[in-house]
């Protein structure tokens, strides 16, 4: 079960000898997670955001959310909507450490397809970064501001802030999966990597891997099989949480559910347990102190609702907004 890659990607075919982008982004993913909805209320937990609202000023801060097509900025003020899209084009907006810039992938003017960006906070100075012959998105600039990691289809790159001087970084024969973190020193960054089946052509096998801003030093934290996806490091530097669905968990068809490990690849834990409920693309509170992510009942949901808990997974609240948070400052 490919859910989480499939949900979190545009991937490239060829149709009559040329290629075409197919949309990806919303074919599983799910809306308002009403197991977690029901367990937030019953708790009655003290942050629960009450029906009806967007955000809380509790809450803090503001938090870009990709729905699929459009990129809003949910604030203590309530939803902006930053830059509106069609559908399945995700924009997977990224803010630098002082929040005044965001870059993105949108479609572009030149090269194929989604390219990376940079505007303002405030939605303004667009600028088209990239120009390659293939799709560029997920892009994450490091917490210094000068560098800018992004993803083409299965590939890792690295980049300056200004678009210049872009390289591939990962190793040919893997699949890189979605996500990619930066550490807080900007010294390294977290993404997963897999076996590609000769046979098929699909990945499996994701593990959690490190890799310093150069390529080099590529060591992998996790062993344990299943799928993995969409790995945040957390600000302290201390821990990685990602979306995981065990070897067992999937021949059963079960769902998947937040992990973390040290950084250092010691003390992998379970964060969440919701049968039938997934979970992933988490994004960190500057803090440290919470995070945010995409959660869906598998069976009844079409769309991902955001929610919100404490960095170890509990006091689960709805942050009443669809998508998948992609950036919290």
């Known amino acids: ?44 937990f003290p942050d629960a955001v009450q029906a009806g609202s967007t955000w809380t000023a509790r809450t803090g801060g503001r938090m870009l959310v990709d729905n699929g097509a459009d990129m809003d900025q949910l604030s203590a003020g309530g939803k902006q909507t930053l830059l509106a899209g069609e559908a ?11 929040g005044a810039k965001i870059v993105y992938s949108d479609q572009g003017t030149k090269g194929f397809g989604a390219q990376i960006w940079s505007m303002d906070s405030s939605g303004r100075n667009r600028r088209q970064l990239t120009s390659l012959d293939t799709e560029a998105f997920g892009p994450e600039l490091s917490p210094n501001g000068k560098k800018i990691a992004f993803q083409t289809q299965g590939a890792i790159w690295v980049m300056n802030a200004d678009g210049t001087g872009s390289r591939k970084l990962s190793t040919d024969g893997y699949y890189y999966g979605t996500g990619i973190s930066w550490a807080p020193d900007s010294a390294k960054f977290v993404v997963t990597r897999g076996q590609i089946d000769e046979r098929s052509g699909e990945p499996y096998q994701l593990e959690i891997v490190t890799m310093n801003a150069d390529g080099s030093g590529e060591t992998a934290l996790t062993k344990s099989g299943g799928d993995k996806n969409s790995p945040a490091w957390s600000p302290d530097g201390s821990t990685i949480v990602f979306s995981y669905t065990t070897t067992k968990a999937q021949q059963q068809g ?57 960095a170890d997974g509990t006091s689960v609240t709805s942050l009443d907004a669809t998508g998948y948070p992609t950036a919290w400052s």
């Open 1 to 44: 079960m490919r859910r989480t890659i499939i949900s979190a990607l545009r991937a490239t075919t060829t149709v009559g000898g040329a290629l075409v982008g197919v949309a990806l982004a919303l074919t599983s993913p799910a809306l308002a997670s009403p197991a977690l909805a029901a367990q937030a209320g019953a708790a009655g």
């Open 88 to 98: 399945y084009e995700r924009k997977y907006g990224s803010y630098s450490k002082d």
């Open 254 to 310: 079960d769902t998947y559910d937040l992990w973390t490990i040290k950084s250092n690849g010691n003390g992998l834990k379970q964060l969440t347990h919701t049968k039938n409920v997934s979970e992933q693309d988490t994004v960190w509170a500057p803090t440290g102190a919470a995070i945010a992510y995409a959660s869906w009942a598998e069976q009844t949901e079409t769309s991902p609702r955001v929610m919100k808990a404490k």
